[in-house]
């Protein structure tokens, strides 16, 4: 088992840039990115959230800061367990928290709509049909996508609704996805929170620790990965940032974080980047003590 002093070797870094596309357009990001620690500190989660942006999904940038919002939130419920079992938890994980989160987010998104009901001006830009559409599902307006991973002494957690990526990469620099691409997902088509019985879309992996955990986890929005014309190329990116922090630490990365990742949402989707890192310093002689966000 990774025991407590591994735990607190973790660093994590994270940054959200709006998309090329969305500065031409005068859009805002619809994306969200949030790091939180539970636990003492000893478990870690970062979650990501990417707003569909469409005509109908009007506030879905408020939809993805709800969600990483009730991510926390929700999540949270997972160290209640005491004494921690592995069982009981990655039980509850796929059978129960998909279904919190969805009714927690879609609770948030009422008392929004309650707080500030659809106004002229947003319904205006709609057709007779769409009008129609939201009138009667108004969560679409906020859909969004999420993808949540939280890393504790026994076990890491990851959980993806919608289109995005999630990467671990190896001490030795291998680089996989913990949950594959769900092949349904093409073009502009994406799962959601809005979308209905979003908890039966939801992909969830438990993996208890029994050896080394991953060196480095990237969770990001589809705009990182539409950004390369390969998915090697992407992969590619996940081993180069892991190899800059275990050299150099943090100050390898995090100052030029945002700027790379405007440079490749311009030179290639366009559209809004996310971007939540969870690591460990491996030798790290750059490593920073203060590298909690």
């Avoid at 596309?21 to 478990?43: E, K, T």
């Avoid at 970062?46 to 940038?61: E, I, L, N, P």
């Avoid at 009981?88 to 059978?95: H, N, Q, V």
């Avoid at 190329?233 to 405007?262: C, E, H, I, S």
Wanted: hydrophobic share 45%; proline share 6%; glycine share 6%.
């Amino acid at each position: 088992m990774c025991g407590n002093s591994a735990m607190n070797e973790w660093r994590t870094l994270k940054a959200s840039v709006r998309g090329a596309a969305h500065y031409r357009a005068g859009l805002p990001n619809q994306d969200a990115v949030r790091v939180a620690w539970f636990n003492d500190d000893l478990s870690l989660l970062v979650a990501v959230a990417d707003g569909h942006g469409s005509a109908k999904c009007f506030r879905s940038q408020r939809g993805a800061r709800l969600a990483v919002v009730v991510a926390k939130q929700v999540c949270s419920q997972l160290f209640i367990f005491k004494p921690v079992s592995p069982s009981k938890i990655k039980r509850w994980a796929e059978e129960e928290l998909p279904k919190g989160l969805v009714r927690c987010w879609r609770e948030r998104v009422n008392k929004s709509l309650a707080i500030k009901p659809f106004t002229p001006a947003e319904l205006a830009p709609l057709d007779a049909a769409s009008r129609r559409l939201v009138a009667t599902h108004p969560h679409l307006a906020y859909g969004s996508t999420l993808l949540v991973v939280i890393v504790a002494p026994d076990f890491i957690l990851y959980l993806q609704l919608g289109d995005g990526d999630l990467l671990t990469v190896s001490a030795a620099g291998v680089v996989e996805r913990p949950i594959p691409k769900d092949p349904r997902l093409i073009a502009n088509e994406t799962t959601s929170l809005c979308s209905d019985q979003a908890w039966n879309e939801m992909q969830v992996r438990f993996q208890t620790l029994a050896g080394a955990p991953p060196a480095l986890i990237l969770a990001a929005t589809d705009g990182y990965a539409n950004a390369f014309r390969t998915e090697a190329g992407f992969k590619q990116v996940a081993g180069d940032l892991w190899a800059m922090l275990r050299d150099d630490g943090d100050t390898a990365v995090k100052p030029y974080l945002k700027n790379w990742l405007n440079e490749a949402s311009q030179q290639g989707s366009g559209d809004d980047i996310s971007v939540g890192l969870i690591w460990r310093p491996i030798a790290s002689p750059g490593m920073l003590p203060e590298s909690r966000h």
